[in-house]
């Protein structure tokens, strides 16, 4: 903690000097003295914090969504690989295709509340997840499915007592690189058309070249993604204390 | 022989109380052992993955009775362990059929298989492992719990019922492996080299505690060994197998009484047995 | 009451100010309208208004041209801005002053086919050039002003709302107007062909709140309805009340939400002609496929609708 | 009908239902064009674009990036994967910043690419780098954590060097979590590559996209859309086949 | 003692010709034997997950002589994987230390290690599997080859090189481990169980040609077995273990001279050391 605090007091000094070593003008990078009062005056003056739980909201539940429907994809698949061979090529078209494209249309479909952001960081975040889920159901050890077997253990409880513990480390992986996507796609559905929300307030900052404005809010929403990064850390560290990642294998030190 | 009847799957169970080996009494009882289930010219090719084929069991026929203790024993691949999954059910067969008295077990606690490796969840503690298939089962979590910790203290594991899996010594595992799959108190248990991990003490004591269990719930147990001295002990029946292609080449019905403990090794049969069954792995 | 939503191009700006006051006063209201803003770039705006997502647009004329060249059943129902926001941005230090001057020069647009091309077309072409004689850059819209900042071009041809937004931020800017060589709009009141026709009362509605609006504030006092605006619908731009004041007052109050024509016909006059000139333009540096009439596009006096 | 024969039909069948879908939506529900174009208007868009060669350099400007774009965003993500798994210390030093960064959302660090790297192809392959490079490295951190304990026994007794270590038993052995990654990071290129377009330069299918939707010309941007997904589905499907290759042995 | 004279690693072989054990031979030459390695009050506590510690072995304090042959038995959980694996230098130590006559081994090829399970690569074939350390080591593809084959004939898989091993039986992937860990002839050999999952005749076999290759090349080995007559035929040593926490209880120089073949299953001197470690085990 004293550590994370300290390295971050060294960074915003660096970061400090340099602006003022090189006499960086503020439009280009402002100090970090400049944001800080950027970051007064909009709480106080602009109610920023009104413009955090939007976007968390739209991260969180496009998240969780994106989650479980990459995690239900990948058991559907690997049930049936016949399902994957048919809509394969639609996921990644669907994951490919330039949102910014496909704008209007999710529009048209969803509606103009949160639904369509919802919608499109559910889209981001499955991805990652299905592959990683995928690549861990078919990395289990067959024994495991034998020992189901004698048990004759119906599909749910196969999945919920083996397959999503053991896959678990990849499941974890894939839920960190989804998260750090959902912040992007919270913000890219903002700017298909919103009055609030940390992405909102980023295309306000650029179209009123406020740097600062602009620095503030990729700072929030990186730390939203950020901390909610460190949580499902938290939470691997609880659940995965039994796997090898975990146990400092590599560096051969004594438990 | 026909299945006829339609006896409740491992309803009738022998009370062995003569010394007399069970076929033998059943004979003498005027009555056939109840078949429980018979492979049928069962076979089992593998393809491998460069396209060869192995034949891992040559058309194998043979009858596993209701309450026996068959040993399975042979030399290293001779298809001793494809043998007992095609028995379990986890490897489909390419030839004969399986025929079950009263259609193949349908509960999961019906069957128990200990695998030639033991196969632990390693994100459970060795309490949780063993406890396992009664969660699966749903048996309420006291029960549960307090059949679990008699089963490790079975096996002596009763001090480490916290640890992991990856916590414990290679023998510790095949352990608790086994009272994992004893605990439900299968009514057919399918057993591969449980005790090849273990330290003569231990594996004396594991056999006495196999055969207490066993005429506790008159289950039928196969058991896979490398140990004639094993076979012989615990046995009512021992196949022998050759190897390549696996085939079954020898059957006895070993007359050494229902019930065994370190008596029985003085008998003379006992050793006429060791013999027999040593002559023939040759 | 009925709902509607307008979709605003760019983002919640105090220059919007007629549509916050609208608001705020409850000439909406009155007009039996509950409206929503939300805020996009000009391209979805024209796209959701066609698809019927949204009932309401406020884009910028060049766009609305190019939409509806391209087929999407859209109309200027008030030609809100007479005059085209398109300029050409340098820094001072460049020495550039004169469409002339560009000669050389690295500017950046954002693609071959935006009005910002156009314009620079034009300008160059008056000034006895070709835009071959500039080193063009295509720059994206979330970059451009950067680009700028940083020097990694020389000018950009976009809006010149930006021009005040890096003055405020303390960048030394000029500007050349392509409006003085092109005559266009800037954001104007768009909605779609089906929902005149179906909801004329809604869209006779918005038009008078509108108009209101811009009454209220010309003879008004334009500082008070600032301060009002950035309060309650733009706070990112408190502490540049004055500022803004002026901007409006100077700029939108004279030279962009009225004109003669607004004086003789009332705010949004749709000036048929300057618009077919701008159409007619982007059609021979062929930006739009095809050409069209203006009086299909715009509503050539919004109050006797 | 064995599986494969199925799995050749379905490759066909599908995308064909998929476009037969797509047609019937917007026939019955009288899409507009605008909104979206029935698939014959994108195919003739296509046929267009290809057989006048317009295509050509947008393609070649697109798969350039992408290709750079994944091949260094790998090899990068594969490096810091293997720094950071190898040495939890340094996961603990600079693990912070680098996710901080990631989660930052690209578009809007994107000038601030344009700003260190210029308007060239310098900046749009760094941008391509910046969001490849992630998921690979997440993968690799896991696959060599993974190593089972025994596997790293084994290489302590033949005294392997690091180097050999990693080429004959981490990389084999970390292959499935190190292709999750990468088929992440495959998807990852496409949409850089596009973004960077899309931010700056004349060229490229991304340019080609922000064109179509500034002009209204739909059916060309959903031809780009078409192409820019095949070119992701292609770069996928290499990837799946070279994973099912290596992990023949499973 | 003190290791004085610089004596290249594993250079001085004891040449057995007598029919007198190694020890014994030796100090009857009036030399001590060469101490390869000494672990002087070497403990192992393990810390669990939960924090509690487990002591897996007390202090203990054991000479490995030079081309030996040391067997390690003891009850399952009792220390004697952590002892090879300290052996190995597989596990950090809790306390006291390991002195190595000449340094520890600093090459891979020194050391042969056989896990209790077999730890094979599953991407590779079972002839890749046995070539490994060769391949690691820098010999010839060719020779590398040839070599593996050779090893592959020995332990009866010849017919299998081309298989993976997913695709072998537990004994028959048991076997190709210890292919693996005496390919390459390492001075020093570490097997943890390595036929425990193996049938009589196959482990005959391999006690024999672990005995030929040892005489060979000399090298020294440290073998764990449950079986006490396996112990019995091939040891030099004997230490038996016991447990909780594990420490050697007994040592013991058997004297039933250096060459081993079936004849010695008839010197009563055999049967003395089997009923002895028996007891002991108790
Ligand atoms: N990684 C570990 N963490 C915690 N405890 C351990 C660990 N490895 C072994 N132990 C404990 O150390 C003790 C000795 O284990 P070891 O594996 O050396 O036994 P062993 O003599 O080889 O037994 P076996 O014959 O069953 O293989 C056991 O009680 C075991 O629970
Ligand atoms: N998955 C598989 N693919 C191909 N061949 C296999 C497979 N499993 C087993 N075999 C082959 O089948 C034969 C019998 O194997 P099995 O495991 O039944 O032997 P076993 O009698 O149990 O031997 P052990 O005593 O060594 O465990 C072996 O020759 C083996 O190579
Ligand atoms: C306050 C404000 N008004 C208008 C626009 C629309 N716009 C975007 S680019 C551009 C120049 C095109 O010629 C214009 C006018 C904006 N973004 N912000
Ligand atoms: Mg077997
Ligand atoms: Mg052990």
């Known amino acids: ?255 | 022989m026909s299945f006829d009847g339609k006896v409740l799957f491992c309803e009738h169970r022998p009370n062995n109380e003569t010394k007399l080996g069970k076929v033998e009494k059943l004979k003498q009882a005027g009555t056939h052992p109840q078949v429980l289930v018979r492979a049928d010219a069962v076979t089992k090719i593998y393809r491998s993955r460069m396209g060869e084929s192995v034949e891992a069991l040559a058309p194998t026929t043979l009858d596993i009775h209701e309450g026996e203790f068959l040993s399975l024993i042979g030399p290293s691949g001779c298809g001793k362990s494809t043998f007992l999954r095609i028995l379990a059910g986890l490897e489909t067969l390419s030839g004969g059929k399986l025929e079950w008295r009263d259609g193949a077990p349908t509960k999961g606690s019906d069957v128990g298989f200990v695998f030639q490796e033991p196969v632990l969840l390693p994100w459970l503690s060795i309490l949780d492992n063993v406890r396992f298939p009664l969660d699966v089962f749903r048996t309420p979590k006291n029960e549960g719990n307090e059949r679990a910790r008699a089963m490790l203290a079975l096996v002596g594991l009763g001090a480490f019922e916290k640890a992991l899996p990856k916590e414990l010594s290679g023998g510790m595992r095949q352990r608790a492996a086994i009272a994992r799959a004893l605990v439900y108190r299968p009514r057919i248990v399918l057993m591969d080299e449980p005790f090849g991990a273990l330290d003569l003490l231990t594996r004396d004591r594991m056999n006495d505690e196999l055969l207490r269990i066993k005429n506790e719930t008159g289950s039928t147990i196969v058991f896979v060994t490398h140990s004639i001295e094993e076979a012989a002990y615990l046995s009512d029946r021992v196949a022998v197998m050759s190897a390549r292609p696996g085939r079954i080449s020898a059957l006895h019905d070993l007359d050494l009484g229902p019930e065994r403990s370190e008596a029985i090794k003085d008998d003379p049969r006992f050793y006429q047995w060791l013999s027999t069954l040593r002559k023939e792995l040759r | ?305 | ?250």
């Open chain 1, 1 to 255: 903690m004293i550590r994370t605090l300290l390295t971050l007091a060294g960074f915003i000094l660096a970061w400090w000097g340099l602006v003022v070593l090189f006499d960086v003008p503020s439009y280009l990078v402002p100090s970090p003295w400049v944001l800080a009062e950027k970051f007064w005056f909009l709480t106080t003056q602009a109610a920023l914090f009104s413009h955090v739980p939007v976007t968390l909201m739209e991260i969180v539940v496009g998240f969780v969504i994106g989650t479980f429907v990459g995690v239900a994809s990948a058991v559907l698949f690997t049930r049936f690989p016949m399902v994957e061979v048919v809509l394969n090529p639609l996921i990644i078209f669907i994951q490919t295709a330039p949102k910014i494209a496909i704008a209007p249309l999710l529009l048209l479909w969803l509606g103009l509340g949160a639904t369509p952001k919802i919608v499109l960081v559910a889209i981001v975040s499955f991805f990652p997840v299905l592959s990683n889920m995928l690549s861990a159901l078919r990395s289990i050890d067959p024994n495991y499915g034998a020992l189901a077997k004698i048990l004759k253990m119906n599909a749910l409880q196969r999945l919920w007592r083996i397959e999503l513990p053991q896959a678990m480390p990849l499941l974890f992986a894939g839920m960190k690189v989804g998260v750090t996507l959902a912040v992007t796609a919270a913000v890219i559905g903002e700017l298909m058309g919103a009055r609030a929300g940390l992405g909102y307030l980023l295309s306000l900052g650029q179209e009123t070249a406020d740097v600062s404005l602009v620095l503030v809010a990729v700072l929030l929403l990186s730390l939203i993604g950020y901390l909610l990064y460190v949580a499902l850390g938290a939470v691997e560290k609880r659940l995965l204390g039994w796997h090898e990642s975990r146990s400092g294998a590599l560096s051969n030190v004594e438990g």
């Open chain 3, 1 to 305: 009451q009925e709902k509607v939503t307008i979709q605003i191009d760019g983002a919640a700006v105090p220059y919007y100010l007629p549509m916050f006051v609208a608001d705020h006063y409850g000439y909406f209201e009155e007009a039996g309208l509950e409206v929503e803003f939300l805020y996009a770039n000009a391209a979805d705006i024209l796209n959701n208004i066609a698809a019927g997502n949204v009932q309401f647009g406020f884009p910028n004329g060049d766009a609305v041209i190019s939409a509806r060249a391209n087929g999407l059943p859209v109309k200027v129902i008030h030609s809100t801005y007479q005059r085209g926001i398109g300029a050409v941005l340098f820094k001072n230090a460049s020495g550039i002053e004169t469409p002339a001057d560009l000669e050389g020069k690295k500017v950046a647009v954002t693609s071959y086919g935006s009005p910002n091309y156009i314009q620079l077309q034009v300008m160059m072409a008056q000034a006895g050039k070709s835009v071959d004689d500039v080193n063009v850059e295509i720059v994206g819209t979330g970059a451009i002003l950067d680009a700028l900042k940083a020097d990694q071009v020389d000018a950009i041809v976009f809006s010149m709302l930006r021009y005040y937004a890096l003055q405020a931020e303390g960048v030394d800017v000029g500007m050349i107007a392509s409006d003085d060589y092109l005559p266009s709009k800037g954001n104007v009141l768009v909605t779609s062909e089906a929902y005149l026709g179906s909801n004329p009362e809604q869209v006779k509605g918005f038009i008078t709140a509108l108009d209101k609006a811009l009454r209220h504030i010309v003879d008004g006092d334009v500082a008070t309805e600032v301060a009002m605006a950035i309060k309650e619908y733009s706070p990112t731009f408190a502490g540049q009340e004055e500022l803004v004041t002026e901007i409006i007052e100077e700029v939108f109050v004279k030279t962009l939400w009225q004109s003669e024509d607004t004086t003789a016909n009332g705010f949004g006059y749709g000036n048929l002609e300057s618009w077919q000139t701008t159409i007619d333009t982007a059609l021979e540096y062929e930006a739009i496929p095809e050409k069209f009439d203006a009086a299909d596009l715009v509503v050539e006096k919004p109050s006797e609708l």
């Open chain 4, 1 to 250: 009908m064995s599986e494969t024969t199925l799995r050749r039909l379905f490759a066909v069948a599908t995308p064909l239902l998929l476009i037969g879908a797509w047609w019937a939506y917007v026939t019955i529900f009288n899409v507009p064009r605008f909104v979206l174009p029935p698939p014959d208007a994108v195919f003739s868009e296509l046929v267009r674009l290809f057989t006048s060669g317009t295509i050509w350099p947008h393609l070649a400007h697109t798969v350039g990036v992408i290709v750079a774009g994944f091949a260094i965003g790998s090899a990068a993500g594969f490096a810091l994967g293997f720094a950071l798994g190898k040495w939890p210390r340094i996961e603990r030093i600079v693990g912070p910043y680098l996710f901080f960064f990631q989660t930052a959302p690209k578009i809007a660090l994107a000038p601030l690419f344009i700003l260190w790297f210029g308007l060239g192809l310098t900046s749009k392959i760094v941008l391509t780098v910046s969001l490849v490079f992630f998921p690979v490295m997440v993968g690799t951190i896991l696959g060599l954590r993974s190593v089972p304990a025994n596997l790293h026994s084994l290489c302590a007794i033949l005294k392997l060097s690091q180097r050999e270590k990693l080429v004959r038993v981490e990389l084999p052995a970390a292959v499935p979590e190190i292709f999750a990654g990468l088929k992440v990071a495959a998807v990852q290129a496409t949409i850089g590559a596009i973004l960077a377009e899309w931010l700056s330069g004349g060229t490229g299918l991304g340019y080609l996209m922000v064109f179509a939707g500034t002009t209204y010309k739909t059916p060309l941007l959903f031809a780009m859309v078409l192409v820019t997904s095949l070119l992701g589905i292609a770069v996928y499907q290499a990837l799946a086949l070279t994973e099912k290759w290596l992990l023949s042995w499973r």
